[in-house]
């Protein structure tokens, strides 16, 4: 079945940049997604204390901070689920990274601006975590999500002004 590819898809100049934020999506959705599933079905397997140690260290270095806040804030107010709520922030996550690598991917013409939304509402969360305590890790996603929402600004910029640019 031949690819669909919708209108004014680019590889020149922008192709490199656009496919390493897909990859970067799509390889942090398969990865919370899947730790996610995982940490539900050890969970339900009775392997919940051992895990909520492994959770509570996920949580403090892998995921967005906006599911960090939200793992947090239904960790203190579901005293007992700490598993089920970190498995729940990161499926949260892996969903919404899939669904913004798959948009951009096609290069839908809203892709690039639903990753800017959704990750310039973040920032904030990040720049706070990294107030609360500074890691290397934490440094490093913030400036991925930073050079990802200016690269897609750029980039949707450059494609207003120039007609023979317009993405579909």
Known sequence: MPRHDAPGRDEGEDGLGVRLIVGYKLTKAVAALSLGVL???LGKAG???????VASILRH???????IELSAWLVRAASGRHLEVVSFALLLDGVSS?????ALHRRYRWSQW?????????????????VRRVSPDRIALLF???LIVAYL?????????DPRRQQG
């Open 144 to 146: 991925v999500n930073a």
């Open 153 to 161: 600004v750029r980039r949707g910029i450059a494609a207003a002004r």
């Open 98 to 102: 899939l669904v913004e690598g798959w």
């Open 47 to 53: 392997l919940a204390q051992g895990l909520l140690a």
């Open 114 to 130: 639903l990753i800017v939304g959704a990750t310039a509402c973040i920032l904030p969360f990040e720049v706070a975590a990294l």
């Open 39 to 41: 940490f539900l079905l």
């Open 61 to 67: 270095h892998a995921v967005e901070a906006w599911s």
